[in-house]
């Protein structure tokens, strides 16, 4: 299928007082329309800055340096505000965590919906009202009527949740952006948000881009997985075969720590206090149990490495065929 | 030997909304006499502002033949001055011209600041035309905050000539800078809340977002500012009044009362200045005293 979201070798890069550092190197991305991509990685591999950078809410010290964000066929860098604020909320949605932070809590909750509705189109105020409180049905929300004048203290964090949902999908929205959808909230709630999130995803056509460090929740909701690690894709891949043998040790590693998290047997017990990127040849050497003499000059390229997923490293192949142990 | 128990009785959730909050307001007033003396002061000044000119027992602006400086007296409570007119009336009548002048121009003010301090919180940030915008904001109000207050609204009355709308002009223009400062140091908190993200996120333009999102949420420490912006006000009309710059006689106005007493005080007549004063003082402290007690009350450390 054709892709909605390319991303071509978006670099972004943070202004410090010691110069620039590269927080996105280089990306390069597909969404297909529809499709369910997840994209994971730790704390600081730059998942929340690439979903930002695509919404371009990027503020200082913040900047986009390098590459192409197309969107629908535009380059979404060339667009004016104007236009841009068309599609947030429009085309392009995002879901939060932490909703009711996300909620001014000044506003009545059918009132921001609302807004929400009236920003990109012309509708008058009992159209929006119910149109609103359809809304407020298809997420789930018991006696929506009544629940127009709540205010968001007056909700549970999932019922924000819910609501946050509602509003990103207020209009015909071709790709969610879902920022860690299960901070915040405990696991039976998150499950049913998920399973809503997707629900509504698969029903309207729309793509789901779900940023999340838990690897369960892409492993169960999406079709393919992008591992993201120092500002680049290291990997990726079809969700059933990521699972069943990554071709990155960043990927690897990402998975036995998630199964030693859960108390596997097997599991990694321990993890490494993390060193930093390295500046030449490949950033994950300094972590990297299988490196060789090779992977301290080249710097490895985001490579076929069997049908439908791509690995940045030079030993992927050896690690598909699982001969490197440890 | 724990056993859930099934007759517990649900706890009603609390109900959060105007009926908790007034209760909230009257508990807390309950325990603050202070805060009550001022609603006192404030609700007294306001009535007297509507109902004042009229109550009095004797004309506020006109002359009583042959009575100059009399001493309070059951006919006189404040005595009279040195124009045979009957001082208690006047005093309560002041309020009318007084509380106009402090309530329009604080009106203005606020209005004004918490515009203006929005667009420089909520732009400050940033580049291009808006940066600038709020750079020269903020620059404006250093240069009108530099100089010395009485001297200021002094200058501009006496640029304008004296009169009522001067003295408006005059004093909404230099409070404006207190309620911009107060409203952009609320404004710089709250634009960094996700919610203003969220919002940005769904399309809305960034004046949308500075107005209708940011703004009301940064309105606690400029509403609490006004009730002692009030109180400064009316000391400030009296002030210009006093040095003849502010509302011109016989017009009932406690500072020109003052002035037209002073004299007299040097020479014994000591209720023709001391009266004006002593109602001038209490009444600032009322305003003072409401100003304290809400910016407690609005203050969410302080909630119990």
Known sequence: MAPILELRELSVSYETQGGARAVLSKLSLDVSAGEALGIVGESGSGKTVLVRSILGLLDPPFRTDHGTVVFEGRDLRQLDEQSFRQLRGGSIALTTPEPRKHLNPLISIGRQIVNVLRAHQTLAEQAARTRTIELLRAVGIPDPERRLAAYPHELSGGMCQRVIIAMALAHQTKLLLVDEPTAGLDVTISRQILDLMHELAVSHGTALMLVSRDLGVVAHYCRRVAVMYDGRIVEDAPVEAFFAGPAHPYSRQLLRAAAASRGKRGAEKRVDALAEPARTGCPFRPRCPVAVAACATAVPALQQVAAGRRARCLRAEALLRQELAA | ?304
């Open chain 2, 1 to 304: 030997m724990s056993s859930d128990n099934p007759s517990l009785p649900a706890t009603p959730l609390p109900r959060v909304g105007q009926q908790t909050a007034w209760r909230d307001f009257l508990s807390f007033t309950r325990q603050r006499g202070g805060f009550q003396l001022g609603l006192a002061i404030v609700a007294l000044s306001l009535g007297l502002a509507v109902f004042g000119p009229h109550i009095g027992p004797y004309p506020t602006e006109t002359a009583l033949p042959g009575m100059p400086l009399q001493p309070p007296s059951w006919r006189h409570w404040m005595g009279t001055d040195v124009s045979n007119m009957d001082i208690f009336s006047r005093v309560i009548a002041a309020p009318r011209i007084d509380l106009t002048i402090a309530l329009v121009s604080t009106a203005i003010a606020f209005a004004g600041g918490v515009a203006l301090g929005v667009i420089s919180g909520f732009f400050g940030g940033g580049r291009g035309v808006p940066k600038l915008l709020s750079e020269g904001i903020m620059r404006a109000a250093d240069i009108i905050q530099a100089f010395p207050v009485f001297i200021f609204a002094l200058a501009l009355v006496g640029f304008r000539g004296p009169g009522t709308e001067n003295v408006i002009a005059a004093l909404a223009f230099l409070n404006i800078p207190y309620f911009l400062r107060i409203t952009r140091g609320a404004v710089l908190q709250v634009r960094e809340r996700p919610f203003v993200e969220a919002q940005r996120c769904a399309g809305n333009s960034e004046w949308r977002i500075a107005f209708v999102h940011v703004m009301p949420n940064a309105l606690t420490p400029p509403l609490a500012n006004i009730s002692p912006t009030i109180g400064f006000s009316i000391l400030l009309t009296s002030g210009l009044s006093f040095v003849g710059a502010g509302v011109p006689v016989p017009t009932p106005e406690w500072g020109s009362m003052i002035a037209i007493g002073a004299p007299n005080m040097m020479t014994g007549q000591w209720w023709t200045a001391l009266f004006p004063g002593l109602v001038l003082g209490i009444v600032i402290l009322g305003y003072a005293l409401v100003g304290d007690g809400l910016k407690e009350f609005l203050d969410p450390v302080n909630k119990r």
